[in-house]
């Protein structure tokens, strides 16, 4: 980890899942239900695999460890339609410190957008959901670009989006894939730990870690 500095940036950038919504504990579960309803035992382990990377790489993660035949689609739209169950009657739940950080960078007058493995619609949904939608300069879903996490091109369209070089912004991750991609792209990385700790070699290029999203505030100064 790099050693306390100030910057303020131009621009932010969030992850969305297991980042500002709690969502990533609740799919290991789902994943699970739907595996057995096809005859697979999808563990935990399978499931943290497939975390913060684009729905085509976890799909092959499935089926290197299934094999060819593993009915992918078919399973993940029973996923997604459990998920969706879940969402429609307890809603989202959102991380600790997220509405604290969100109001802290309107107010500093700091622009911020979504950059999300899923895609484009389900990145709305989720939003909408959490009621923080309407808060975004710009939100970029993972069919936007050919290169999923941890691939930069998804940071350094956000970036893009939010009108600002990627070196004048911020990037907050709680996925290993994530973390890879922001520093490809050349952004200062924030690691918020969710449901993994990435490996060390990966640390050592996050720009800090911390806590929840609320000790961002402290940290970017923006209070002052």
Known sequence: MKTLDTFLPKA?????????LDTEN???????TAGNLFGYKITKDIVLRTVGISSIEAKNVFLKEFGMDFPYKEIQEEFRSLM????????????????????????AGIPFGVATS????????????????EKFTAITGGDEVKN????PDIFL????????????????????????????????SIFIKDIIEPPQEVLDTVWHKLDDLSQAVQLLELNK
């Open 118 to 133: 899923s895609s484009r619609a389900t990145a709305f949904y989720m939003l909408e959901k959490a009621g923080i939608i």
């Open 12 to 20: 932010v950038i969030f992850d969305m899942d297991g980042l500002m």
């Open 84 to 107: 969706k169950k879940e969402i429609e009657a307890t809603g989202v739940q959102k991380k600790k410190g997220l509405d604290y950080l969100l109001e802290s960078l309107t107010t």
């Open 148 to 151: 999923g996490k941890p691939s």
């Open 26 to 32: 609740m799919t290991i579960p789902h994943w699970e």
């Open 157 to 188: 369209l956000a970036a893009k989006k939010l009108g600002f070089s990627p070196s004048v912004c911020v990037g907050f991750e709680d996925s290993t894939a994530g973390l890879r991609g922001l520093h490809a792209a050349g952004i200062r």
